[in-house]
């Protein structure tokens, strides 16, 4: 017998999934976390104490150094950039490149290389004055990137944390939502309650990792706050018209 339907074509076959990549981090990000472990790399074991006193001197942000006692410096103008690539010990490191790679990767996926590192200076500059303003007197070194990634974490926050796929990759999704409508949001607000009361916690109290250096929530709130009020000026034109 012959079949009048004959089936002899190959029958199609089901596609692989596209692979996604084991570490889905954008190079930008990557790099600034490269950055921050080499500088913490050479402090430690390349450096004598006094060696690395005198970077600290040099790359720290210092709010005494801005009181008019001392006459300004090359390094009053760098150290208010130059300080978010320090950090006090392995743990300080380690916690902030983890909540780099978790709020910057997505951020850097939306805003792009260029626009990301603008945000990441910017805001790490606004920590730094916000802290300078309330201790305008300490002669401590302020140091870590907490405040730029603060910032980061007030940018997500107004795209309320959604998320969608940009060339591959996961990128923070939709326009950038009012701040009217962020503070009507139940998962936004729970997140903004439970920041504060975290660095309020740590900075006030000493509770947390690292308790026993100072933890300049000062700064965290001041990178925030920029991150979250001015997050439509890092988005590009075709995004801040969809805002």
């Known amino acids: 017998m012959t079949n009048p339907h004959p089936t002899d074509e190959p029958l199609p076959q089901p596609q692989e999934p596209p692979h996604e990549p084991v570490f889905n981090i954008p190079g930008v990000v990557?790099?600034?976390?490269?950055l921050c472990a080499a500088v913490h790399v050479v402090r430690v074991y390349m450096l004598s104490i006094d060696a690395d006193t005198d970077l600290l001197l040099r790359t720290a942000f210092i709010p005494v150094r801005y009181s008019g006692i001392f006459p300004l410096d090359i390094y009053a103008f760098t150290t208010p950039f130059t300080y978010t690539f320090l950090h006090g010990d392995w743990l300080h490191?380690?916690?902030?490149?983890?909540?780099?790679?978790?709020?910057?990767?997505p951020l850097a996926n939306r805003l792009g290389a260029p626009r990301f590192l603008l945000f990441w200076a910017l805001t790490g500059l606004a920590a730094a004055a916000l802290h300078w303003a309330i201790h305008p007197l300490d002669q401590g070194p302020l140091i870590g990137a907490s405040g730029a990634i603060s910032g980061m974490m007030g940018a997500a926050a107004r795209f309320a944390f959604r998320m969608e796929r940009r060339g591959g990759r996961a990128a923070f999704g939709g326009p950038a939502l009012p701040v009217g409508v962020v503070l009507r949001s139940r998962s936004v607000v729970t997140f903004l309650a439970f920041w504060m009361i975290i660095n309020l916690a740590t900075g006030l109290y000493g509770f947390g990792p690292g308790a026993d250096a100072a933890i300049a929530w000062e700064a965290h709130i001041g990178g925030f706050v920029l991150g979250f009020l001015g997050l439509p000026y890092f988005l590009g034109s075709a995004d801040r018209?969809?805002?």
């Open 30 to 34: 990557l790099l600034l976390i490269a």
């Open 93 to 105: 490191l380690g916690i902030n490149m983890v909540w780099l790679a978790a709020f910057g990767s």
């Open 241 to 243: 018209r969809r805002s």
